[in-house]
């Protein structure tokens, strides 16, 4: 059964960085495109960065240049460093996994992504 497990969210004030990862288990998905989207409260959820399998990022605008993500492939887990954080960052983050092996396009969209984790509050104070 694929699981994927985010952790490192938490308060922090304006500024500030966080890391957070996502440890998946139940599959490999080194061949496969990670991603991260976030969903503030009242709005729907967004994305945020993705990697694919030969580890080129893209970002949302919003967090370009901000924002970072990685990938160990030999943990099977994915990171998203968020530096100069803003109060309108404050979300749960979500990981997901595309379950296609070695897509190379571009996947931004919910629909592009077959597994999800549970979420993981950041926060974001000003």
């Known amino acids: 059964q694929v699981q994927l497990v985010e952790s490192g969210g938490g308060s922090v004030q304006a500024g500030g960085s966080l890391r957070l990862s996502c440890a998946a288990s139940?599959?490999?998905?080194?061949?496969?495109?990670m991603g991260w989207f976030r969903q503030a409260p009242g709005k729907e959820r967004e994305f945020v960065a993705a990697?694919?399998?030969?580890?080129?990022?893209y970002y949302a605008d919003s967090v370009k240049g901000r924002f970072t993500i990685s990938r160990d492939a030999v943990k099977n887990t994915v990171y998203l460093q968020m530096n100069s954080l803003k109060p309108e960052d404050t979300a749960v983050y979500y990981c997901?996994?595309?379950?296609?092996?070695?897509?190379?396009?571009?996947?931004?969209?919910?629909?592009?992504?077959?597994?999800w984790g549970q979420g993981t509050q950041v926060t974001v104070s000003s």
């Open positions: 997901a996994a595309d379950k296609r092996i070695g897509y190379s396009g571009v996947a931004f969209r919910e629909k592009d992504y077959d597994y």
């Open positions: 139940g599959r490999s998905f080194s061949r496969n495109v």
């Open positions: 990697m694919r399998w030969s580890d080129m990022a």
